[in-house]
Every structure is written in structure tokens, then in C-alpha cells.
């Protein structure tokens, strides 16, 4: 995802999404998070970072910082690359989302 940053960067200042899902990011457990900051959006990824046979994150959520979210790991697991969020502006309903790997 390092690589791609630049372009994620562009495509968040030209169509300012509130949600954003990355297949393919490829973050392993351990990399310094810092390095795929994006001002004003908060990082969200797999649980199988947490898996010891895995070590890493396929995918990611990256989510504005102006929407409510709440993740729902028990809706994740460690051996299925998926994101799974409840999101919605305060006191307004909220959705749930999900992000998967295949």
C-alpha cells in the first residue's frame, strides 16, 4: 500500500469519500502504521494481521474522521481477510459494512 499512497492520496482530494476499501494492501503485522497515515482518516485492518500463520492485512478501510465507527470484530476472524464496520453520522442510523478479501 506504501507504494500506492500517492495515488490513494489523489483519489481521497478529488472525490473526498467518507469510506474507502483497499484490496491487495498488503500491511504486515508489525510496520510502522505512521506510514500510511492520511490526514483526517483513521485506518482500519483484518484481524488476520493478528494471526500468526498470516501476519498480515490483505485489505484495509480507510474511513473519515467525521463518521461514527464502531469496528465489529465479533463479526471477524483471524483466517478471513475482512474489515467489518458499523458507521454513520452522529444521531443518525448506522450501517454496517464490510470489506473482504478473496
Known amino acids: ?36 497515515f492520511i490526514e483526517h482518516y483513521k485506518l482500519f485492518l483484518s484481524d488476520t494481521v493478528n494471526n500468526p500463520n498470516l501476519n498480515v492485512s490483505r485489505l484495509c478501510v480507510l474511513v473519515h474522521d467525521s463518521v461514527t465507527t464502531k469496528v465489529r470484530h465479533d463479526l471477524m476472524n483471524d483466517h478471513i481477510s475482512s474489515v467489518w464496520l458499523e458507521l454513520g453520522f452522529p444521531r443518525q442510523k448506522k450501517i454496517l459494512l464490510a470489506n473482504f478479501y478473496r
Do not use: C, W, Y
Open 1 to 36: 500500500m506504501t507504494k500506492k499512497l500517492h495515488e490513494i492520496e489523489v483519489i481521497i482530494d478529488e472525490e473526498k469519500p467518507h469510506v474507502i476499501g483497499l484490496s491487495e494492501a498488503r500491511v504486515e503485522k508489525g510496520q510502522d502504521l505512521n506510514n500510511f
